[in-house]
């Protein structure tokens, strides 16, 4: 069992910056994908960015150039830098994990991030 603890969300200006963070409770980070998503009041679940085992990286259109997903596999820490953001980045976070890059998923318990115009 894998549990993931979110962090980092809160409220700032459109433009504005946060890094979310999540810590895995054992060394998880260096053997399963690893993503963060988001959900908003009233619309779908959305998939913001990913990182596998060696590294790589995908975004959704909607981030891309303004969101960096990254990990510290010392720490079992994963992150979400998110710049110059909007206020449709309004939304709960959350971090999930894939051991072993498979269909199992675990989930944190989310992160709100809430933007202003």
């Known amino acids: 069992q894998v549990q993931l603890v979110e962090s980092g969300g809160g409220s700032v200006q459109a433009g504005g910056s946060l890094r979310l963070s999540c810590a895995a409770s054992?060394?998880?980070?260096?053997?399963?994908?690893m993503g963060w998503f988001r959900q908003a009041p009233g619309k779908e679940r959305e998939k913001v960015a990913t990182i596998n085992i060696p590294g790589s990286t995908t975004y959704a259109n909607s981030v891309k150039g303004r969101f960096t997903i990254s990990k510290d596999n010392a720490k079992n820490t994963l992150y979400l830098q998110m710049n110059s953001l909007k206020p449709e980045d309004t939304a709960m976070y959350y971090c999930?994990?894939?051991?072993?890059?498979?269909?199992?998923?675990?989930w944190g318990q989310g992160t709100q991030v809430t933007v202003s115009s």
């Open positions: 999930v994990a894939y051991p072993g890059c498979g269909t199992t998923q675990y």
């Open positions: 054992g060394s998880v980070y260096d053997t399963a994908c």
